[in-house]
């Protein structure tokens, strides 16, 4: 989706965002970046959902929300 700034508000596709919507893309957007990170200093297989949460001060359930699992947040960094 292409994000863009209005006079008052982000707009996605010409229909200006809710909070709640501006909220999640930015919280989903720093867990992919934290998860990123981890996943090279550490490995995939060696990087627990659960340090990925934390470190991105987020509970797992909000993780799983966004990503449905860490095979999803896996494919949406691959995907960047």
């Known amino acids: 989706a292409l994000y863009t700034r209005g006079a008052n508000a982000i707009v996605r596709g010409g229909r200006p965002l809710n909070l709640v919507e501006v909220d999640a893309h930015g919280t989903a957007a720093e867990i992919a970046r934290i998860a990123a990170r981890l996943f ?13 949460a934390e470190q991105a001060g987020v509970t797992c359930p909000t993780l799983y929300y966004h990503f449905g699992s860490k095979e999803g947040l896996g494919e949406a960094i691959v995907a960047r």
């Open 40 to 52: 090279a200093e550490r490995g995939y297989d060696a990087t627990p959902v659960r340090a990925i």
